[in-house]
């Protein structure tokens, strides 16, 4: 069991930046990392991803140029780096752990955590 806490949400203006960070009650270095976000009325939807060796990363369209995602493993620690958001990032964010290699769909994910708000305004 691998408990995930994120935190570093909150509120931003568009053009702003944030840093979420995801900590896990253990090791994490067997899964693959992942952020997911869902905003009121939508499914959740992939953001980014990172393997289990930071040796590849993987990003939605939507935020590919613009946030990047990195894991200190030591530290039990996956982190999303989100610069120039836009009021269309506004959800709820959520980290994620999955035994699988880099997988897109929610349904592969076997740990997540509560969710952290992020809210831009324009």
């Known amino acids: 069991q691998v408990q995930l806490v994120e935190s570093g949400g909150g509120l931003a203006q568009a053009g702003d930046s944030l840093r979420l960070s995801c900590a896990a009650s253990?090791?994490?270095?067997?899964?693959?990392m992942s952020w997911f976000r869902q905003a009121p009325g939508k499914e959740r939807e992939f953001v980014a991803a990172?393997?289990?060796?930071?040796?590849?990363?993987l990003y939605a369209d939507s935020v590919k140029g613009r946030f990047t995602i990195s894991r200190d493993s030591a530290k039990n620690t996956v982190y999303l780096q989100m610069n120039s958001l836009k009021t269309e990032d506004t959800a709820v964010y959520y980290c994620?752990?999955?035994?699988?290699?880099?997988?897109?769909?929610?349904?592969?994910?076997?740990?997540w955590g509560q969710g952290t708000q992020v809210t831009v305004s324009s």
């Open positions: 994620a752990a999955s035994g699988i290699y880099m997988p897109k769909g929610p349904t592969y994910y076997n740990y």
């Open positions: 253990g090791p994490i270095i067997a899964y693959t």
């Open positions: 990172i393997n289990r060796l930071d040796t590849s990363k």
